[in-house]
């Protein structure tokens, strides 16, 4: 969704945007939209994502949908500080894998007067709040909350199913080891 159709853009100053839901909802794509969009209108845009997420490319982000756009990794959201200086819009996927500096590195850059866009996961695989998500949320002038589809029912769905019985709470996948549900279909894991 364009942020500028709904409320009015900022002058002057930087903010934070969040694109948060489940797996399989369209995050990334949204991100690349954004970003896309930016550098249409010519402004100098910084991609990063966490060196962790190296499921189908290296130095791209890339989407559920195949839709790609050249990034930076980096082990730490500190790196992003020194990599971005010239940028205008900053852009970081998969944000939940980050460590919770994150939250303060975003709050640097939009001090700064940058826009930035934060794409992640608000809930790991039980369905709990994944930091450092929510804080990000807490943060950010804007939000955007994406659904996908539940595979069981077909109803708008929010969690990510885990089909697999590890229980690492960082465990890079895609449709193989993850599948989007409702809440109705959504099975946690017990507690251990």
């Known amino acids: 969704m364009d942020t500028s159709a709904l409320h009015n853009v900022p002058r002057n100053t930087g903010w934070i945007e969040v694109i948060a839901g489940c797996m399989f909802s369209g995050k990334t794509e949204e991100l690349i939209r954004r970003a896309r969009r930016a550098q249409i209108a010519k402004q100098k845009v910084a991609i990063f994502k ?13 989407s559920h949908s195949d839709q790609t756009l050249v990034s930076t990794p980096v082990d730490d959201a500190s790196e992003i500080l020194d990599l971005s ?6 852009g970081i996927d998969e944000g939940q894998f980050f460590k919770q500096n994150i939250v303060d590195v975003c709050e640097i850059l939009a001090n700064q007067g940058k826009r930035v866009i934060v794409a992640g996961l608000d809930q790991d ?16 002038e804007y939000i955007t909350k994406t ?13 990510t199913q885990r089909k697999t019985s590890q229980s690492d709470r960082f465990l ?4 193989d080891i993850y599948e ?13």
């Open 147 to 159: 659904l996908a589809i539940c595979v069981v029912c077909g109803n708008p769905a929010d969690r």
């Open 50 to 62: 966490p060196r962790i997420d190296n499921r189908y490319s290296v130095e791209h982000i890339v």
């Open 180 to 192: 989007a549900r409702c809440r109705n279909c959504f099975d946690p894991p017990l507690e251990k």
């Open 85 to 90: 200086r010239e940028a205008q819009v900053v």
């Open 172 to 175: 890079v996948g895609a449709k």
């Open 125 to 140: 695989y039980r369905g709990k709040p994944f930091d450092p998500i929510p804080q990000l949320l807490a943060i950010a």
